[in-house]
């Protein structure tokens, strides 16, 4: 009875009620549009979330990992404005058009890398890069498990790290296909959140994609001590 066409129509009455876009982070959406990236994009109501969790933790230092277009680094840069922002990209067509966002919203701060996120995780640690106070992590799925250890040694106490989509698209749940690298690691990476000691993750559903598939996305508070 309750229907994935009611989740969306929720969906958008919810947006169009409560999630306001500004212009900058409009234009990203529209510019991804037409340069025909994959509408994997947040939703608005997450971008505003991530907005939401950036000002109520006033991060210095933030580091997001899969930039596609810029929409959430945008979203972001409003909640955090004055941090410094990372951003890092490994395909080329998405770095350029998150290029032309950032310089469209005069956001020359924000910092894209474009490589493999692994690399750039390696060069921080070694160059001993200050700890990130807020993370972003909506990567390729296959990666986040090699991405935590990283992620865990370039935190704090108190660090943030938000992860998109603890839910792959099959229709078994924790049961992946072994040939299904993106389910198989994106299993594995939830058990490695929830059997550490120091992570602490709440999960919120969300609601992906053009056809509104319910997925979760992780708020884990990393502790140090
Ligand atoms: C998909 C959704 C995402 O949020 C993402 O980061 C990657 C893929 C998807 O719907 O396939
Ligand atoms: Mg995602």
Redesign the pocket.
């Known amino acids: 009875m309750f229907s994935q066409r009611r989740n969306q129509e929720i969906r958008e009455y919810t947006v169009k009620t409560f999630v306001k876009e500004n212009d900058a982070i409009k234009a990203a959406k529209e510019r991804a549009e037409k340069e025909h990236l994959p509408h994997?994009s947040?939703s608005p109501n997450v971008g505003k979330l991530l907005a939401f969790l950036a000002s109520l933790h006033q991060p210095k230092r933030i580091l997001e990992i899969?930039t596609l277009a810029g929409y959430s680094t945008l979203w972001l840069a409003e909640g955090a404005p004055q941090a410094e922002i990372i951003t890092i990209e490994n395909n080329p067509k998405h770095a350029q058009v998150a290029r032309e966002n950032f310089s469209y919203a005069k956001k020359e701060k924000i910092q894209l890398i474009e490589e493999d996120a692994l690399i750039t995780l390696e060069k921080f640690l070694k160059e001993k890069h200050p700890p990130f106070d807020f993370i972003f992590l909506?990567a390729y799925?296959e990666g986040y498990p090699l991405y935590l250890p990283f992620l865990l040694q370039l935190s704090r106490d108190g660090t943030l790290l938000i992860t998109?989509?603890l839910i792959p698209?099959e229709e078994k749940i924790n049961a992946p296909d072994p040939g299904n690298q993106i389910a198989v690691r994106t299993y594995e990476y939830n058990s490695l959140l929830s059997s550490n000691p120091h992570l602490n993750t709440i999960p919120i559903y969300t609601l992906?994609?053009d056809e509104g598939?319910l997925d979760a996305l992780g708020i884990t508070v990393i502790s140090k001590s």
Do not use: A, E, S, W
Request: aromatic letters at 0%.
């Open positions: 994997i947040v899969g909506d799925k998109d989509n698209r992906v994609g598939r």
